[in-house]
């Protein structure tokens, strides 16, 4: 049995950790008063209370305490910080404004989603790959997404994810591990793509590509192996694709790319990356027909139950702007956001590289995922803070597999990209007798 919540690439530090003053999993017991006969949910109890982001967080509030008036710069976050485009946000305004009227109030909506983004998702994202509008499910963002699926999948279910990755569960302080979960090993040695011969059998296989932490996209052929051991296994893949629009050397944008996948795969993707929609909120899972239980019963049945029983449906205002961001104004808009975000990466990326670094990721995603040989990455995280007054995220905040390594974002601002690099550069040039790897070192994508 596992109870497992799965955070995706989508949920990685949704906002600027300053503006977490204390996460509400830090706390002491304190008993006050008389106590219910109500017990605690046992799940619950599982759930690891220093989670990697409010204990970053921690940290930076203790920093800015320490340094109050340094500029901090943020390179572990993964929300995104340059406005939306005009276009799609008239667009939103224009729908916002018809509510005030009789002619264009709207209440309650389809809670799968507004027939016609559900149309134009398939159209868009799918429209050679036989996704139809009934199987794609709107919603309020991947990460919700994320835990309705695993409403739908119960606690029985067996569990791998890729390693480094983002799950919380029944925590294992000497392995560093959660339990009753099967990990994936990805990292240089293999391409950054599990080996699935060592792989055992599992329910469901989580699998984020382009993947965050370690920014790696996974190839056609990689892909066709997952989904020919998914189908070997009578196994289900959970797809994350929230970070496709950032792929752009042809490697697969959806698993449904690959011959056979909508007999073993569910996608769930979003527009908080591709639109810069994380506040706005807006995201969709497909759930192909030809995807069924043992015996037989379509899962999408099943997961259209969960939606229409525990959902509204997502904002009509935010499903409009979800419309513009498909029109062909929106998508020429988004994509020259999403190249500004991909010339941040270039400029960290080749910084890095400068100094010697080994940096992977990078050139399909907005994460760069960087190795300090040697080194506890909680300690190069603290040092890089102290003298630098840089965040950027430990790698075995991600788990086992990333000891050694920062993630480092290229999401923000191009004035605070270039202010990070000459920080950088100036702490590596003159810490090099604390990191003796830094002369052998190369940078490998």
Known sequence: MVSLTFFSSASSLSSSPSKIVKSSLDFELKKLGGCTKLVRNVNLEKLKNNYLFPEISRRELEHVKKHPNVQLISLGTGDTTEPIPKQITSDMSNFAHALSTVEGYRGYGLEQG??????????????????????????????????????????????????????????????????????????????????????????????????????????????????????????????????????????????????????????????????????????????????????????????????????????????????ACLSPVGLKEIRSVINYYKENRKILMETLASLGLTVYGGINAPYLWVHFKGSKSWDVFAEILEKTHIITVPGSGFGPGGEEYLRISGFGRRDDMVEASRRLRSFFNTRTKHFPFLSSASNTN
């Not at 983002?166 to 339990?179: D, V």
């Not at 090993?185 to 599990?194: A, E, I, R």
């Not at 996608?267 to 759930?287: D, H, N, P």
């Open 114 to 323: 507004d027939k016609v983004l559900r149309k134009a998702i398939a159209d868009t994202f799918y429209g050679h790959l036989r996704v139809k509008s009934n199987e794609v499910f709107v919603s309020d963002g991947a990460q919700s997404d994320i835990s309705r699926i695993q409403l739908l999948l119960g606690s029985g279910v067996t569990i791998a994810v890729q390693d480094p990755t983002f799950p919380t569960g029944n925590f294992h302080e000497a392995t560093k591990k959660y339990q009753n979960v099967v990990y994936m090993p990805c990292g240089p040695q293999n391409s950054f793509f599990p080996d699935l011969s060592k792989t055992p059998r599992t329910d469901v296989i989580f699998f984020c590509s382009p993947n965050n932490p370690t920014g790696y996209v996974a190839s056609k052929r990689q892909l066709h192996q997952l989904v020919e051991f998914a189908k070997t296994n009578g196994s289900i893949i959970i797809f994350d694709s929230a970070y496709a629009a950032f792929i752009e050397d042809g490697s697969p944008r959806s698993i449904y790319e690959i011959s056979g996948a909508r007999e073993v795969a569910i996608e769930i993707s979003s527009f908080s990356k591709f639109a810069g929609f994380t506040g706005v909120r807006l995201g969709w899972t497909i759930i192909p027909d030809e995807l069924l239980y043992s015996n037989g019963f379509p899962i999408i049945n099943d997961f259209h139950r969960i939606v229409t029983t525990s959902f509204d449906g997502a904002s009509n205002i935010a499903q409009a702007g979800g419309l």
